[in-house]
Every structure is written in structure tokens, then in C-alpha cells.
């Protein structure tokens, strides 16, 4: 059955979403996140398009832009393809990382633009992630109160008003509004703690994590498929709490 094509924005403005192959974790600490927004910032230059908000989260990345010159598409494979060439560098890792297709909603008023950048601005608030999205530092929220560095901010901000001061001040109360908004829906992925999933072998009989390893291979991997099972588990973080190779925890 042929993909069914992309909705076109006659405004040329789009909500993006990336996410992990999946489900996976698609930053695994600060320096991946630095990167992958320096990647936006880079190829803001060479494919040339603005950008109104981002938020990054754990397996998952949103985007507000408008298309000038290059299609938004086509700046989205530049910006996922140099992140998965360093990423796969820096893990010693093969393949892919993204979802193959990307998520997008035009935005064609007003309303709609800033109920999406809302929308993302309260997106690691509303997975529990933080309660004050003015502490968040992996989205373009601060851009718009503090200082703008990669963000193009007087497009959201004049909506408010052309008086800079003024537009932040409803810009912030704007954005703390509570609501029901549903912009490209994605289910934040469970954490689960290193210590749960001790545990969690625990609970299926296993004292420590040598006596794991001590285990015969096929009892070893027969316990491995049931932490496999948990929601919320990484193959990454049982193989980094077990000591047990990524790859043998993937085939077990």
C-alpha cells in the first residue's frame, strides 16, 4: 500500500516529530543532546528554514519550523543523517536510529501555531519530567525568556505583541495555561531505574548480578527475556547493569 503523502502547509510552517526506532532512547546524555541542537542550528544555515520551537526528550524530538527555501523533508534527513553518523561513532553502533518517517502536522493560523508550540514547550512537564518548563533545558522555552540563540522567536512573540516585554510577559502566562491540547500525541516512554531493575532480578531469584553471570546460558537467558518484558527496560541498560554485551542481551 503506496505512503500516504504529506499534508502541505500553505503557511509552509510544520510540526515535526522524530522518534527512536522502536521506541529507543535516542540521547543518552547531555553531549547527544548539545549535539543533535547544534546539528539544527548547522543546517539552519544550509537548508535555511526558521525555527519557532524544539523540544528534545528521551526517545523522541519535536520541531516547529517553516519551510523557505529546501523542503522541510529534505533538511530533516541532513539534520537526522550527520546526527546518526556521530551517534554510531560515539556508541561504536551500526544502523539505524530514527523512525525511517518522520510525523508532521501543518499549521495554518494563529491558534493553531501557538497551540503547538505550547504544546511543546509542556512536553517534558506533562511526562513528569520536570514541573517548571522554565527549568528544562532541552527546549527553546528559555530562548524566548532569556536569550534566543538558535530560535526564531519575534514570529511567536509579535503574535502576543509588537511590545517585546509585553509579548514575553503573555508568551509565559500563554504557555503555563493548563489544557488538553493533543499535537501529534506520543506516549512518553516509562523510566525505569538501574535499582528496579535489580529488582527486578531479585524477584525472579537471583541475589546479585555475578550470580547472573554465573548462570548456565540458556537459565541466564531465560531471566534476561523477562526483564526484556518489562515496559520502560533498554537492552543499553541491562546490558550496562548486568555487564553483559549489548549484543548478547539482544539475542537472548
Known amino acids: 500500500m503506496p505512503r500516504q503523502a504529506r499534508e502541505k502547509s500553505s503557511s509552509k510552517i510544520y510540526h515535526l516529530m522524530l522518534r527512536g526506532i522502536n521506541r529507543q532512547n535516542i540521547f543518552e546524555d547531555d553531549e547527544d543532546r548539545l549535539r543533535f541542537i547544534e546539528r539544527i542550528a548547522y543546517y539552519k544555515t544550509i537548508s535555511n528554514y526558521e525555527l519557532y520551537g524544539y523540544c528534545l526528550m528521551d526517545n523522541h524530538i519535536h520541531l516547529l519550523v517553516r519551510e523557505i527555501d529546501e523542503s522541510i523533508s529534505k533538511a530533516v534527513k541532513r539534520i537526522s543523517s550527520s546526527y546518526v553518523y556521530w551517534y554510531n561513532q560515539k556508541y561504536d553502533r551500526l544502523g539505524h536510529l530514527f523512525q525511517e518517517r518522520f510525523k508532521s502536522e ?29 527549568k528544562y533545558l532541552w527546549s527553546s522555552y528559555r530562548e524566548y525568556v532569556e536569550m534566543p540563540i538558535h530560535t526564531d522567536i519575534n514570529f511567536a512573540l509579535d503574535i502576543f505583541s509588537e511590545d517585546r516585554i509585553k509579548g514575553i510577559q503573555l508568551f509565559q502566562a500563554f504557555m ?13 516512554r516509562i523510566k525505569i531505574s538501574d535499582k528496579e531493575i535489580i529488582d527486578y532480578f ?6 546479585n548480578i555475578s550470580e547472573l553471570q554465573k548462570l548456565e546460558k540458556e537459565r541466564r537467558n531465560e531471566i534476561i527475556r523477562e526483564i526484556k518484558k518489562v515496559e520502560g527496560v533498554t537492552i543499553r541498560q541491562i546490558s550496562r547493569v548486568t555487564g553483559i554485551p549489548k549484543s548478547i542481551v539482544d539475542r537472548a
Do not use: W
Open 106 to 134: 501543518a499549521v495554518e493560523t494563529d491558534e493553531h501555531f501557538l497551540m503547538v508550540l505550547r504544546y511543546i514547550h509542556q512536553n517534558p512537564v506533562k511526562a513528569g519530567i520536570t514541573k517548571d518548563m522554565g
Open 176 to 188: 503555563s495555561e493548563k489544557n488538553n491540547d493533543q499535537c501529534l500525541e506520543y506516549k512518553e
Open 202 to 207: 531479585e524477584q525472579l531469584g537471583v541475589a
